[in-house]
Every structure is written in C-alpha cells, then in structure tokens.
C-alpha cells in the first residue's frame, strides 16, 4: 500500500462517515492511523472507542499532519467547514469531501487548501447501510488533469476497481447538472408520490391485491427513499444550484398533464407521451428487457427462498461473485437469515 501513515475524518454527522470509518478499518487497519474528529467529545468518544480508532475534537492540529483528510459535515455546512478548516491542511497531503454536491465544495477546497494539496472531491452514491461496495458508483471530481497521474489517485482508483466498484470520473460542475436529474428529480418525485398516498389515505397494503409486479417495484422505491434520512434529502434538494431549472421544467410538465385531464384533450395527452416514446426510443428496447428480467428473476428468487427455509442454500453475490454455502433458517422482508445468524439482502444475492 501507498505509504499513508494518517487519515483523519472530519465526521461532523450521525451518518456516512461511520461507514466510511469502518471501511477504512476493515481494509487497512495495519496500515493506518484514523482519527475521527468531532466537536461534541461525550457522544463521539464513544463510537469511536466502538470503532476501535482515536478520537480527537481538535481538527485543526489532527490535520496539520493528516496525509489524509476527509470532509463528511452536512451539505448544508461542508463549505463552511473547508474554508475553516483546509488552510490548515498538511504540505503534500490528499484531501477529500464526499457530499453529493461537489460545485461548491471542489471551489471551496481548491481555495482554501494550500498550494500542492491533492485536492480530490468524491460522491459514493450509496446509503451508509450497503454490506460491500461491489456494484456501487463513486464519483472522482479530480480538479486538476494531472492529478490523475497522482500515485494516489491512482491506487485509490485501482482499489475501488479491485473491489468491483464502478469509478465514474466527471468535474464538479457536470456532476451537478447531472444529479440534478439523476437524484434531484427521482427523490422529488417519490416523496411527492408518497405524500399524495399519505393525504389521500390510500390502503397501499390492501391495493398489493390488485397491482402489478411494476408497481411493487415502485413502492419498493418509495419506501428506500423516504425510509432513509429526510434531512439529507433535504440538503441535496436544496444546495445544488442545477435544481432550480430541472424544478421549473417539472413543474410545467405536471401542470401540462392536468390541463389535459381537465380539459379531457385526449390528443394532446396522446401526442405527449408518443414524443416522449421517440425520445426514449434508442434505450427502449433495454429497458423493457431490464423490467421484464427484474420481475421474473424476483419472483423465482423469491419462490426458491420461501422453498428452501430450514435447508441448504447456495447463493452468489451479484457483483463479486462470491458463494455462501449455509442452512437458510428464514426467509422475512426481501432479508435471508442463515443460521450461522448472518443476514443478506436478497437484492445483492443469487439463490443457485
């Protein structure tokens, strides 16, 4: 390994940082010394005695000989924090944020970290809760076209590869026009889905008795959003300067629709979604393949499991490859329970 004697985390949320700390541990535990940094000494103390790593509430002197440091504040704070913080960032040393806004953060690192710094800004776009990175996308936002002939730059991108990661490089700048759309406008959309159902009173367990397996799919989705931190929805929603526009283009859409609707212009409803057919025309094709697989391999996954409780099960990770070979003791939530009592996603495995 690249020689990185310290990395200290500034892990000023009850959040990513804790998987991003044992990450860092359960991968190079002998080849580090991780410190994770906080201004609240009682309540951090203690989980970072729980992560087995130091704890330390001053940043500014953890940092001052960090070969590594890595941002992980709110959105909302993270350029507040830079700026009070990366002037103080080692000679030489690398330098992360892993917001899911990086305009502003990449500005804010490139200013106020000293000359030499590495600065580079990432996103993992996954949920602190995923059991390994296989499959999962990190966005790189080098800043500079030489960083990427940085030696650790480099091994940091081979490592994410090695784990079978998917390493997407982009600048900050196309990073937000594109989560924008990507994240901005899914989660927008569910939480008002869900908040229409919540109004209206709908019965959703009662309506599985008349649904297909599509909308299964999708209430899945809107329970995997609104199941998971509101106040970070809230930061992505309203910290990237891209969302206004995709906002303002949403909006006319949905009034578009209801002005169909109440005027019953059946042709202008009709010609709508016919251009959007067209629009979507060149990736149709995949993508009904991609629902059609989803739903056949879910109900037979499913069918096999509730088959094989209290007997012996293969399964093989969807992404790394890797084979489990125990007794299932229940099948319960989409979860797999082995009696040797580890727990696995059914998404992230294959009953063979």
């Known amino acids: ?76 704070y993270t350029t507040k924090i830079i700026k009070m913080y990366a002037p103080y960032l080692k000679l030489w040393s690398m330098v992360l944020d892993v917001t899911s806004i990086k305009k502003e953060p990449s500005e804010a690192l490139k200013k106020y970290s000293p000359s030499g710094v590495l600065v580079l800004p990432t996103h993992p776009m996954f949920w602190p809760f995923v059991s390994n990175i296989a499959g999962q996308i990190f966005v790189l936002c080098p800043l500079k076209a030489d960083a990427k ?38 989660h927008f959309n569910m939480f008002v889905l869900a908040d229409t159902m919540k109004k209206m009173k709908f019965d959703i ?4 008795n008349f649904v297909s397996p599509i909308y299964k799919i999708m209430i899945s989705s809107v329970w995997r ?48 979604i016919t251009e959007s057919k067209k629009y979507f025309a060149d990736e149709a094709e995949k993508w009904q393949i991609y629902t059609d697989k989803i739903i056949f391999m879910l109900s037979q996954q499913i069918k096999k499991a509730e088959e094989l409780v209290w007997k012996e099960i293969i399964l093989e990770n969807i992404y790394s490859r890797e084979l489990k070979k125990w007794i299932l003791e229940k099948f319960k939530n989409r979860e797999i329970f082995l009696k040797n009592e580890e727990k696995l996603k059914l998404d992230e495995w294959n009953i063979l």
């Open 149 to 186: 002939k940085d030696k650790r730059y480099i091994f940091l991108k081979n490592f994410l590869t090695e784990k079978w990661a998917k390493v997407v490089e982009e600048s900050p700048e196309q990073h937000d026009k594109m989560m924008a759309v990507v994240q901005w406008l899914t």
């Open 225 to 272: 959003y609104v199941g998971q931190n509101p106040k970070l929805y809230a930061d992505i929603q309203m910290n990237n300067s891209e969302v206004l526009n995709v906002h303002k283009e949403f909006m006319k859409s949905t009034q578009e629709f209801n002005n169909f609707v109440l005027e019953k212009d059946e042709q202008s409803f009709v010609e709508n």
């Open 1 to 76: 390994m690249i020689n990185m004697q310290k990395i200290t985390i500034i892990g000023w949320t009850d959040g990513f940082w804790k998987w991003l700390a044992g990450f860092i541990l359960e991968n190079f535990r002998n080849n580090i010394d991780l410190v994770i940094t906080w201004r609240n000494e009682e309540k951090w103390e203690k989980i970072a005695k729980q992560l087995n790593c130091k704890f330390s509430i001053n940043t500014r002197e953890e940092i001052l000989d960090s070969d590594i440091t890595v941002f992980a504040v709110p959105i909302a």
């Open 205 to 208: 367990k009662k309506s599985f």
